[in-house]
């Protein structure tokens, strides 16, 4: 008994606390990022290493429009709708054409796709990082800190994004088609469903929700070429976790994973507490190979 | 038929009609002898003058794409610049300098090969440049392999001219060491006795770090912690979240997008408020102000370069500098920022390594050791050369001492508030060169 409250008491709940709500909110920018990534092998097959320089071409978006309007929300909304109409473009002509081949075609194509965005993003904006004003400052006092209210923003709207999302799949006419695609290709098409339109919609939508988590999560970082490739790896680790093409399970493996390393940041240097997330990918490659989350078939 | 006859004709009259005597075909054979030979070794006179007009090969290792690369893309403007300098003025002992720039996509394996490359292959007489220390740090050996002259452009890494320094590399700015030596006193005696270091955790970081807990304490203050953040991170909160406890001040050393990163979380966590907020120039360097905005006021630095007109910078070299840097960042940023320092010590490095090749009369890799020789010791006067300042690069360990300046940022601009002079940033030499 006495040692279970000697355990309790060697508990430090101020960081526990403190580590949870950064747990979450990670979690909650990764699953943002990784929905689009999942949706987008879910549906089509193809492994987006392109998705980084989406995220990083958002928050850029972001930065243009901020500049000509003032307004972060109307750059959320406009660089989300334009990294999505680019992402539609670049499916139809890059894409599209090796649907159906060695799935190494499509990787090499999307990491071809990754540079060139790097190095455009280099060559149009230069190499100073821009800056996205917060839509608000002010923190809140949580034990020794000062913490941020846009970080709990951050966490609010992704999730407001990916419910919205998810109600869309569930109910709307084309969330309906893009579930036939995902789950019967042939007879979604034999149904009269335009899959190579629906392809072509999925890569926007993931596109935009990329570029979205760019813009929310620009304020925190500034905004550089570079910045898609700290989110990328990650994002790929929580997409194999939760399952390839499960979209739920992406969201859950992004949180899940995000919560278990600030939990063992709370003992070890958060650096080290990264190993977390790659053992569970280790594991879950030895034991549940289809995702931790993924319903059997 | 008829040129068949005409061709008979002309060689039975060469051959036959008594005109090819033995004199005449000792002659003929003599001048195709030291014509042939004329063509196969070259005269005293071809190496004399043919090499006048041949360029000097400059290699240069730069990151252009990856993560360090806007870092990378500022310090080859300074290359640049001493380069067309240099070449519009008649070049380096009368010949011009044919640049080579390799990007080695801020990775250090991809370094190695780059440098081996321009080494082999390119053949280059020098090299000039250098960006992330850990890369300078794998390629500093292939230097020292092939004997040719490395002249560090901006890798900070302490070891570079202490545990591992090379007879062939040379450092002509500013190490660690020194800027500790410069900037403790003012940290422990005018912001706060204890500190909090948060570096970046590689090897730069890591020895600035180890300069800094020492010259704190020996000037009286302490360090009573430090955390390491990964290259890179982009999330630094669950860092910088854990950093707690009774001290004055939180100390940062980081560079470009990090710099970035902590400074703008650091403010977002209330940090920078609680804590006197110092740092590393590099945090607060010209290039990363506009992403900071506001969230970087207040913050004081110490850095070899700020671009101001101001107080012993206010030089007619200076404005020349800057001026010219302006045009050409302008080109490669259409913000067009303000000089940093990378941007100064690849310039001011290039005219080093031209001022150590025309001392020694240096023609070609046979002439390294030559061209060391010419380096070690020597003395750069603040001009249009150096327009940071007077430096003197230390023959003991080819480590440069400068003037640091400290600075703090006010309404978005640098303001200098001491300007250290190199003789109170000197630190003793660690170093001791393998046998040549």
């Given at each position: 008994m006495s040692t279970m409250l000697g355990l309790l008491q060697a508990i430090p709940y101020e960081a526990l606390l403190i580590q949870t709500l950064n747990g979450i909110v990670t979690g909650m920018i990764l699953a943002l990022i990784a929905?689009?990534?999942?949706?987008?092998?879910?549906?089509?097959?193809?492994?987006?290493?392109?998705?980084?320089?989406?995220?990083?071409?958002?928050?850029?978006?972001?930065?243009?429009?901020?500049?000509?309007?003032?307004?972060?929300?109307?750059?959320?909304?406009?660089?989300?709708?334009?990294?999505?109409?680019?992402?539609?473009?670049?499916?139809?002509?890059?894409?599209?054409?090796?649907?159906?081949?060695?799935?190494?075609?499509?990787?090499?194509?999307?990491?071809?796709?990754?540079?060139?965005?790097?190095?455009?993003?280099?060559?149009?904006?230069?190499?100073?990082?821009?800056?996205?004003?917060?839509?608000?400052?002010?923190q809140f006092t949580l034990f020794y800190l000062e913490y941020?209210?846009?970080?709990?923003?951050?966490?609010?709207?992704?999730?407001?994004?990916?419910?919205?999302?998810?109600?869309?799949?569930?109910?709307?006419?084309?969330?309906?088609?893009?579930?036939?695609?995902?789950?019967?290709?042939?007879?979604?098409?034999?149904?009269?469903?335009?899959v190579s339109w629906v392809h072509t919609a999925v890569f926007g939508i993931g596109a935009g929700m990329a570029a979205a988590s760019g813009v929310l999560f620009g304020p925190l970082v500034g905004v550089n070429h570079a910045m898609g490739l700290d989110w990328v790896l990650k994002a790929f680790i929580v997409v194999v976790v939760g399952g390839m093409g499960n979209l739920g399970g992406s969201i859950v493996a992004s949180i899940f994973i995000s919560l278990l390393e600030a939990y063992a940041s709370i003992w070890v240097s958060p650096a080290q507490a990264v190993i977390v997330s790659f053992v569970v990918l280790i594991l879950t490659l030895l034991f549940r190979p289809t995702g931790l989350f993924a319903t059997p078939k | 038929m008829t040129d068949d006859t005409k061709?008979?004709?002309?060689?039975?009259?060469?051959?036959?009609?008594?005109?090819?005597?033995?004199?005449?075909?000792?002659?003929?054979?003599?001048?195709?002898?030291?014509l042939g030979a004329s063509m196969l070794v070259p005269a005293p006179w071809q190496a004399a003058f043919g090499q006048a007009t041949k360029p000097y090969k400059i290699g240069t290792l730069q990151p252009l794409s990856g993560a360090a690369a806007a870092g990378g893309k500022t310090a080859l403007v300074g290359t640049q610049m001493a380069v067309d300098r240099i070449n519009k003025s008649g070049g380096i002992n009368g010949r011009p300098i044919e640049l080579i720039v390799a990007d080695y996509e801020s990775k250090p394996d991809v370094g190695r090969r780059k440098a081996e490359k321009l080494l082999v292959e390119d053949n280059i007489d020098v090299h000039e440049g250098g960006f992330l220390s850990n890369v300078c740090l794998a390629c500093e050996p292939l230097f020292g392999?092939?004997?040719?002259?490395?002249?560090?452009?901006?890798?900070?890494?302490?070891?570079?001219?202490?545990?591992?320094?090379?007879?062939?590399?040379?450092?002509?700015?500013d190490y660690a060491p020194?800027?500790?030596?410069?900037?403790?006193?003012?940290?422990?005696?005018?912001?706060?006795?204890?500190?909090?270091?948060?570096?970046?955790?590689?090897?730069?970081?890591?020895?600035?770090?180890?300069?800094?807990?020492?010259?704190?304490?020996?000037?009286?203050?302490?360090?009573?912690?430090?955390?390491?953040?990964?290259?890179?991170?982009?999330?630094?909160?669950?860092?910088?979240?854990?950093?707690?406890?009774?001290?004055?001040?939180?100390?940062?050393?980081?560079?470009?997008?990090?710099?970035?990163?902590?400074?703008?979380?650091?403010?977002?966590?209330?940090?920078?408020?609680?804590?006197?907020?110092?740092?590393?120039?590099?945090?607060?360097?010209?290039?990363?102000?506009?992403?900071?905005?506001?969230?970087?006021?207040?913050?004081?630095?110490?850095?070899?370069?700020?671009?101001?007109?101001?107080?012993?910078?206010?030089?007619?070299?200076?404005?020349k500098f800057m001026d010219d840097a302006v045009v050409r960042l302008k080109q490669i940023d259409p913000s067009g920022p303000l000089p940093d320092r990378y941007v100064q010590s690849n310039y001011e490095a290039m005219n080093a390594l031209k001022i150590g090749m025309e001392k020694s009369g240096f023609r070609g890799r046979e002439d390294t050791m030559k061209l060391i020789e010419a380096l070690e010791g020597l003395e750069m006067k603040e001009g249009d050369d150096f327009p940071q300042g007077d430096k003197v690069l230390r023959k003991e360990d080819h480590q440069a001492f400068i003037r640091e300046f400290l600075f703090d940022i006010k309404d978005g601009k640098f303001r200098i508030l001491e300007v250290v002079p190199k003789e109170k940033t000197m630190f003793p030499p660690d170093c001791k060169f393998a046998a040549t």
């Open positions: 929905s689009g990534l999942t949706l987008i092998f879910g549906i089509m097959d193809v492994v987006n290493f392109a998705h980084g320089e989406l995220f990083m071409f958002g928050a850029y978006m972001g930065v243009v429009v901020i500049s000509a309007t003032g307004s972060f929300w109307l750059a959320l909304v406009l660089a989300t709708l334009i990294v999505a109409l680019i992402g539609a473009a670049l499916q139809i002509t890059t894409l599209r054409p090796l649907l159906g081949r060695d799935p190494l075609t499509t990787i090499l194509a999307t990491f071809g796709i990754s540079l060139v965005m790097q190095n455009y993003a280099l060559w149009q904006f230069g190499p100073v990082a821009r800056k996205i004003p917060e839509p608000f400052s002010g941020p209210w846009y970080r709990v923003l951050i966490a609010v709207l992704s999730a407001a994004i990916i419910g919205g999302f998810y109600l869309f799949l569930k109910y709307g006419t084309y969330g309906i088609w893009i579930r036939a695609t995902t789950q019967d290709r042939v007879m979604a098409e034999a149904m009269g469903i335009p | 061709t008979q004709n002309w060689s039975e009259e060469f051959w036959y009609r008594g005109k090819l005597t033995r004199r005449r075909l000792i002659g003929y054979g003599t001048a195709a002898g030291a392999e092939y004997k040719v002259v490395n002249m560090i452009g901006v890798c900070l890494d302490t070891t570079l001219t202490t545990t591992k320094c090379s007879r062939y590399t040379f450092r002509p700015f020194a800027q500790a030596v410069a900037f403790a006193p003012y940290l422990v005696n005018k912001l706060g006795k204890t500190w909090h270091i948060a570096y970046a955790d590689y090897a730069w970081g890591q020895s600035t770090r180890d300069a800094y807990v020492q010259q704190i304490k020996k000037a009286g203050g302490d360090v009573v912690g430090t955390t390491g953040i990964p290259l890179g991170t982009a999330d630094m909160t669950p860092f910088l979240s854990k950093i707690s406890g009774n001290f004055d001040g939180l100390f940062g050393i980081f560079f470009g997008k990090d710099g970035v990163t902590v400074g703008n979380q650091a403010y977002d966590l209330g940090m920078t408020k609680k804590y006197k907020w110092a740092g590393d120039g590099a945090i607060a360097e010209s290039t990363n102000l506009p992403a900071l905005g506001n969230k970087i006021e207040g913050f004081v630095g110490i850095n070899r370069y700020v671009p101001v007109l101001e107080g012993v910078l206010n030089t007619p070299y200076h404005k």
